[in-house]
């Protein structure tokens, strides 16, 4: 048993001061107003600390120089953590910056590295090595998206789902296969409504259990309506790689700032997206409509200069993203506690609110029962920020997994 005392405990409604957190087998067993020490528990002194719930990131390609698709294809591969080739590596390096969930992303890729990927997905979340994040089902920021918004993926890659020739050495149906037959591993599934076919898509991919996300996409306002009532839930990055929002021509941003059942990623870098615009995606669709992500790549957690990959590409570090050789905009170096800090200090967002972009809306969207939310019986997936929202321990499943040098 460990108990969390003297911290502030983060609930979706408010703050409790000066409160302890009681956990037990891996679950909070209690939350206390006051101080409490029962026999036998190991106290954990997190005064002038927040007690926030883990960090669930839903795209996120990499982190300190590793990327998802680093092993090539390579099925099977071990990384240097000992965990399973760079998913594992990635897992492991998670923690430090509060996440203890995540979905790894791809960008468009082969069948070979698709498959490579899948399978190390797989068994990661089965075996989840000690001291890294759980791995959720993969996000596929996939083959079937227009390539007039393409940013950093690589066109060569881009198919259309019912193409069976294809002008590199794979086809449409091939990336087809291997997502039927690595169904339990693929969470989320980013298509453009407008290409042929894609909107046919929908109901099978929802049908088998993947949520579909619109996204790098030209669609104007009635073909994101219409994948949306297909089955579409998500938004990719909202406002990046999109249509853009008029008065008389809302596109797919707009569609999806509309429509309440869909759930938006927002970038919360401040780049990305303008923190203006950031709030007013939030205040149109509310906590509960919105994700903080971070679109982190290799880059992320790098200082700027440096170098890293994005699914086998050379990607650079500046002192606001990431950019290839050619300065076209790859995605962010976010990681998931600075976007927690730009929610409350740049978006002027409460902190309980920033917990629940950063937690609870993520662990909702992907049905993740039981968390996402401080809570009696909630798994004990929790982190300790000080007061300038700096992670200083991650606990997964009761168990400290991370802890800043003092």
């Given amino acids: 048993m460990i108990v969390l005392a003297g911290g502030d405990i983060v609930l979706p409604d408010r703050i409790l001061a000066s409160a302890s957190l009681i956990v037990d087998q891996g679950r909070i067993a209690a939350i206390e107003s006051a101080s409490a020490s029962p026999a036998g528990a190991t106290v954990v002194d997190v005064r002038d600390c927040y007690v926030v719930p883990g960090f669930i990131d839903v795209h996120v390609h990499g982190i300190e120089g590793q990327d998802t698709l680093d092993d090539g294809g390579a099925i099977g591969a071990i990384g240097a953590t000992g965990a399973t080739g760079a998913i594992g590596g990635i897992a492991s390096r ?68 019912d193409d069976q020739r294809g002008e590199g050495d794979f086809t449409g149906r091939d990336i087809l296969r291997v997502i039927e037959a690595g169904r339990a591993d693929v969470g989320i599934i980013t298509i453009a409504p407008e290409l042929p076919g894609t909107l046919d898509l929908v109901p099978a991919f929802v049908r088998a259990g993947h949520r579909v996300s619109v996204g790098h996409s030209g669609a104007d306002f ?4 219409a ?11 909202l406002f990046n790689r999109m249509t853009p929002v008029t008065h008389r021509a809302p596109g797919l941003a707009g569609a999806v700032l509309s429509r309440e059942e869909v759930t938006a990623e927002l970038i919360c870098d401040g780049f990305h997206v303008h923190p203006a615009m950031s709030r007013v995606a939030i205040a149109a669709k509310g906590v509960h409509g919105v994700m903080a992500i971070t679109d982190g790549t290799g880059g992320s957690g790098l200082p700027p200069g440096s170098t890293a990959r994005l699914g086998g590409r050379s990607i650079r570090v500046s002192d606001q993203a990431a950019l290839l050789d050619d300065g076209t905009l790859a995605g962010s170096t976010l990681t998931m506690d600075r ?68």
């Fill in 94 to 161: 998670l923690p430090r910056y509060g996440v203890t969930a995540f979905c790894p992303t791809t960008v468009a890729c082969s069948p070979r590295e698709l498959r490579a990927v899948l399978d190390q997905v797989g068994r990661a979340r089965v075996h989840r090595p000690r001291g890294s994040a759980r791995v959720l089902p993969a996000h596929l920021e996939s083959n079937f998206i227009n390539p007039a918004y393409n940013g950093a993926q690589p066109r060569a890659c881009l198919r259309l789902p």
């Fill in 227 to 237: 994948t949306i009532d297909a089955g579409a839930r998500h938004a990719t990055h």
């Fill in 339 to 406: 976007a927690f800090r730009n929610i409350v200090t740049m978006f002027q967002a409460s902190i309980a609110d920033a917990a629940i972009l950063c937690s609870t809306t993520p662990a909702r969207a992907l049905g993740l029962t039981g968390f996402g939310v401080i809570a009696e019986g909630n798994a004990a997936d929790l982190v300790v920020l000080d007061r300038a929202f700096r992670v200083m321990r991650t606990f997964i499943e009761g168990e400290e997994i991370y802890t800043a040098a003092r």
């Fill in 222 to 225: 009635d073909e994101a309506i």
